[in-house]
């Protein structure tokens, strides 16, 4: 633990505006680095855009002298980047070694088998030596928000930097913990939205499970707690047909489901992450009745120009519709084609109504982008 006084925070990596939202609702003087800098990140946190991602991080965190450093993702995956920070600033996040327990598949594997859990099967090698059967996935070691995953043809080779993992059906699903020394609490879950047969993380919404499937995860949270994963940590499943719980992945952050969760809790997620580096225990409470929260991250289909009037014409769209938008450019920004425009953030009494809301809201959004 760490005995300082916390005041001013910088957080980075991919995308930090939820966490900074988090932060700055808490209290803290905020400092965001991220690839992209939006409107509504400025609002509450100075900082930049990165140019050399994540390469250059050291030498713009620096010039920043905070008093702790947090990231998001993808971070873990960067191991000599955050021993780096460490000489600039506290990083309130597990160590490289626990870190890299949870990271390497084959060591997530292990140990979550150790302890009873299922997990999808994995391949490290060549197809040709270990007789694979069913349907497989090729996911980079380096994995983030389901980039460059994709299906499996047999006969292929795997590209280095690459492995397989069986194809478990089902949906998929994260956990959101927070994990102090004398306890780990289970935030919530979120049912993540697939598009298009596409894995790339798009949003998703708050999830209920049964009790059983919530014992599995809480046990889950103790073994967490023994790896030393302490703060705030996800965790991607898939829940079968059949109600089976399948861990896909463990993610040591502030992940970008948790602003669904937020509005569950009395306090700021952040403040419950940073107080579990610095030895302050602000008490866990639940807010009653919160309602169901959903977010869809909504992509450009060809590339777009965001001038003042698009500009305008979402915000009307948003204050019509009952939404929030999030992560909004700024005006007069260039997007390309497959890259994030903005969230949506949408509330409603049920997890069907949500979807209903935000796939309309995108429809429109998509008609706003092309005239």
């Known amino acids: 633990m760490t005995n300082i006084n916390i005041s001013h925070v910088l957080l980075v990596g991919a995308c930090v505006r939820p966490a900074a939202e988090s932060a700055h609702a808490a209290g803290y003087t905020v400092t965001a680095i991220d690839l992209f800098g939006d409107s509504d990140t400025r609002k509450v946190a100075e900082g930049q855009t990165l140019s050399d991602y994540p390469h250059g991080i050291y030498n713009v965190v620096r010039k920043y002298n905070p008093d702790a450093i947090c990231f998001t993702g993808a971070l873990e995956n960067h191991p000599s980047v955050v021993q780096s920070l460490r000489t600039v600033a506290p990083v309130f996040a597990p160590t ?3 870190i890299a327990n949870v990271r390497s598949p084959e060591s997530l594997q292990r140990i979550l088998a150790e302890e009873g859990f299922n997990t999808p099967a994995i391949a490290m090698t060549s197809p040709a030596n270990n007789g694979l059967e069913g349907n497989w996935l090729v996911k980079p070691l380096l994995s983030a928000a389901g980039l460059n995953i994709q299906p499996y043809t047999f006969g292929h080779s795997i590209p280095a930097g690459f492995y397989l993992q069986q194809f478990v059906a089902g949906i998929t699903m994260s956990a959101s913990f927070l994990v102090r020394a004398e306890q780990t609490t ?6 993540q939205f697939n598009r298009d047969n596409c894995f790339q993380f798009c949003g998703a919404v708050t999830g209920t499970l049964e009790e059983n499937q919530v014992t599995s995860l809480e046990r889950l949270g103790t073994l967490l ?14 829940l079968t047909n059949d109600g089976e719980i399948y861990i ?26 940073i107080e579990s580096f610095t030895g302050e225990h602000t008490a866990l409470k639940q807010v009653s009745n919160s309602p169901n929260s959903g977010k869809l991250i909504i992509y450009a289909q ?8 698009k500009h305008r014409r979402l915000t009307r769209l948003a204050a019509d519709q009952g939404v929030k938008l999030s992560d909004l450019p700024f005006a007069d920004t260039k997007i390309e084609a497959g890259h994030p425009i903005l969230t949506v953030l949408a509330s409603c009494q049920s997890p069907p109504q949500i979807k209903a809301a935000l796939d309309d809201v995108e429809e429109q959004i998509q008609a706003i982008l092309v005239n």
């Open 96 to 98: 490289e070694e626990a």
């Open 186 to 191: 289970l935030l919530g879950f979120t049912e």
């Open 225 to 238: 707690r023994r790896l030393k994963l302490y703060g705030l940590l996800g965790v991607d499943f898939i």
């Open 248 to 273: 896909l992945e463990v993610n040591p952050r502030y992940t970008a489901t948790m602003e669904l969760l937020e509005p569950c809790w009395q306090a700021p997620l952040l403040q419950y992450h």
């Open 302 to 309: 060809e590339s777009c120009h965001i001038d003042d009037h």
